[in-house]
């Protein structure tokens, strides 16, 4: 069975430096910070949408409840709601 990683490419990865937690955490808080932005700046047929609520309650609520593992999965989630609030608000 050949090799998946050649030897110069498992070292590239070991040496590169992790991330510490503040880093991560702090990189996690400007996302939510943008997508809070994004959604508040939707007009007012975004708004009346049940989504627009729940992508609040995901930013904040959840974000809040979750583990710094699971917020970035939650951030996603949110970014895609506000996708979806986005093309519903443009369509209107």
């Avoid at 990683?5 to 991560?24: G, V, Y």
């Avoid at 943008?34 to 609040?56: P, V």
Wanted: charged fraction near 30%.
């Amino acid at each position: 069975m050949p090799r998946r990683f050649s030897p110069a490419s498992s070292d590239k990865i070991a040496q590169r430096p992790r991330a510490t937690f503040r880093e991560r955490y702090d990189d996690l808080e400007s996302r939510r910070a943008l997508l809070i932005e994004r959604l508040t700046g939707l007009g007012d047929a975004a708004r009346r949408q049940s989504g627009y609520r729940h992508a609040f309650k995901l930013l904040n609520d959840t974000f809040r409840r979750s583990s710094l593992a699971q917020r970035f999965a939650v951030l996603q989630s949110a970014a895609w709601l506000i996708a979806v609030l986005e093309k519903i608000a443009g369509s209107v």
